[in-house]
């Protein structure tokens, strides 16, 4: 299904171009001159302005620099922890789906222990437990995060399992691996690639989200999170200093959805 | 009643794995918890004494007997700032944070409903389409940033209501707009899923046949029919909601169990932590189960055990 021009720009376009560059500002930002810890004084707090780009922070950061930098911490982090739980999250789901029994039985009870925590709060508290570190923040995001993934790949197994093509494979004498990586996988990879794709999405807000309550990465590396909860304290004198990252987040956040949501459309997935 | 049982026995191997869950954090602590807790300028005795009194100079398997026993009996403790019983505590905040609880719900609801029922019966319209995007911008809003947002035009710009703390009704208005608002995003989205399927059914079709007018074909027979499913989901997004709170009060300054589990990582006082995250599971648990047994009372086709 194709959409109308101006949709089709709104819709794919846009997110495309936003996700481009917080990917880019991610990869180049090692070499960008960007220095998002320098501080010059006269320039504190001033707003955003003919040669002031977005502003500087109560400390005379440049925002611009320091939005580029954070754009480096979310990305990273988004894209390890989703690596990580969706990896984790299909081996477990996979397997427990395809041997069945008292080992799946377990599975089931496993995840729904994880599940009774309800959000992020167990990442809170392991955050909170292990101190703050990107390291750390991309463990306790991942602890949070591979359930959904171990949940869609099990009942993706168990409704693929007992199609006639894998039935077929068994009857020839097709191994397990064989089974699980010729049939099963690449069946199972659409629905995954969605599920990860709005992952992406969560994973940056919930960084942001543990940076705020200090939990995330160590001042000063920057993270929009921490930008915001910094700016929180000078809101009368410089809204500007939550507004910028506050912005950068909100772009990245709604862009990876609306992605996701033309992925879905695409690859035929229903949400579940 | 065997629904009943199998739920209940499933609720208690929840509860059990969550209870040992939040047990083993504290030995996540790097290196020497008590050390960790007290500082290092703490002195030999006053380590000895606290890892005593925590019983982690106990096997593990001692412990984690100890805490599940104490557990059982709602004694959670003494919180290492303030040498009070954790339990007391918990009883101090726990009002708080329902009251922003309930109050971020009912605002999810207020928007959620009106907004969902208006999507699907415009189906394909700018309404439609206007609502949804609605929705997809308050997903991609997180609670840390909105509040400063409303704090900043309703109560520096505006000066309607107060920045934070929580005395009297309006300064509940700002935090429970914030938990809601993420809510009201996913829920209306649910809501005009549920309410699209239902405008499909037959009865709708016997409805409008009959003579009825939209408006009651669309309030009396779509809507409750498709409030079922919706309930379900609501229960589970009260996860995000709770978790939410942690944030939300911590923008507020508003003292309930959020802001407390926050104030207890930063004073590293673990066992207040401990104790925390496991009030607001067991009682996100709780809810769920709660859930579960009024969709299977109000749906009679499950209560009476056809199956569904």
């Known amino acids: ?272 | 009643m065997r629904l009943l049982l199998t739920r209940l026995a499933s609720v208690a191997v929840v509860v059990f794995g969550v209870l040992s869950l939040v047990f083993f954090l504290i030995h996540l602590v790097p290196g020497d918890p008590v050390e960790v807790m007290l500082g290092e300028s703490a002195q030999a005795a006053d380590r000895e004494a606290l890892r005593h009194a925590l019983g982690l100079d106990q096997p593990l398997l001692t412990q984690w007997l100890h805490y599940l026993g104490n557990v059982t009996q709602l004694d959670f403790g003494v919180s290492l700032h303030s040498q009070r019983p954790i339990t007391q505590i918990l009883l101090e905040r726990a009002p708080a944070t329902l009251e922003l609880a309930l109050a971020g719900l009912l605002v999810a609801v207020v928007i959620a409903f009106p907004l969902g029922v208006m999507a699907a019966v415009r189906k394909d319209t700018l309404w439609d389409h206007g609502a949804m995007g609605v929705s997809l911008l308050g997903v991609a809003v997180p609670h840390f940033l909105l509040g400063p947002l409303l704090i900043l035009i309703f109560a520096v710009w505006l000066g309607w209501l107060p920045v934070s703390g929580r005395e009297g009704l309006a300064s509940l208005v700002l935090p429970a707009l914030t938990l809601g608002t993420a809510m009201a995003a996913i829920l209306s989205r649910m809501v005009r899923a549920s309410m699209l399927e239902v405008l499909n059914e037959d009865y709708i079709r016997t409805a409008r046949a009959k003579g009825l007018g939209p408006r009651a074909v669309i309030w009396r027979h779509a809507l409750r029919n498709a409030l079922l499913p919706v309930i379900t989901l609501l229960g589970l997004q009260l996860g995000a909601l709770l978790a939410g709170a942690v944030i939300t009060e911590t923008v507020f300054s508003w003292p309930g169990i959020g802001q407390l589990v926050i104030e207890a990582i930063q004073g590293r006082d673990y066992p207040v932590v401990q104790a925390c995250v496991l009030f607001i599971s067991l009682s996100y648990v709780l809810v769920n189960t709660l859930t579960d047994f009024a969709y299977a009372w109000f749906d009679p086709r499950v209560r009476l055990g056809a199956g569904r």
């Open chain 1, 1 to 272: 299904m194709s959409l109308p021009r101006p949709a089709r720009i709104l819709g794919l376009w846009l997110p495309l171009t936003v996700v481009f560059v917080w990917g880019l500002f991610a990869l180049l930002g090692l070499w960008l001159p960007l220095d998002p810890n320098r501080i010059e004084l006269p320039h504190i707090l001033l707003p955003p302005g003919e040669d002031a780009w977005l502003g500087y922070d109560d400390l005379g950061r440049s925002l611009a620099a320091r939005v580029a930098a954070g754009a480096q911490t979310s990305f990273v982090v988004a894209l390890w922890v989703v690596m990580i739980s969706c990896a984790i999250g299909t081996v477990v789901g996979t397997f427990s789906g395809y041997v069945g029994g008292g080992w799946d039985h377990a599975t089931v009870r496993v995840i729904d222990i994880f599940l009774a925590f309800p959000g992020i709060l167990l990442a809170i508290a392991l955050a909170g437990i292990l101190g703050p570190g990107i390291e750390n923040v991309v463990m306790a995001l991942s602890v949070v995060g591979w359930v959904g993934f171990a949940r869609l790949a099990r009942a993706q197994v168990l409704s693929l399992k007992h199609r006639e093509h894998v039935q077929a494979a068994i009857a020839l004498g097709a191994g397990t691996t064989r089974i699980v990586f010729r049939h099963l996988l690449p069946l199972m990879a659409a629905p995954l690639i969605v599920e990860a794709s709005f992952g992406v999405a969560g994973v940056v807000i919930a960084e942001a989200g543990l940076s705020f309550l200090g939990l995330g990465v160590q001042p000063p590396e920057p993270s929009w999170g921490s930008m915001i909860r910094d700016g929180a304290r000078y809101l009368l004198m410089a809204p500007h200093m939550v507004m910028v990252p506050g912005a950068a987040l909100m772009l990245v956040v709604l862009s990876v959805n609306l992605l996701g949501d033309r992925l879905r459309d695409r690859l035929d997935v229903r949400r579940t």
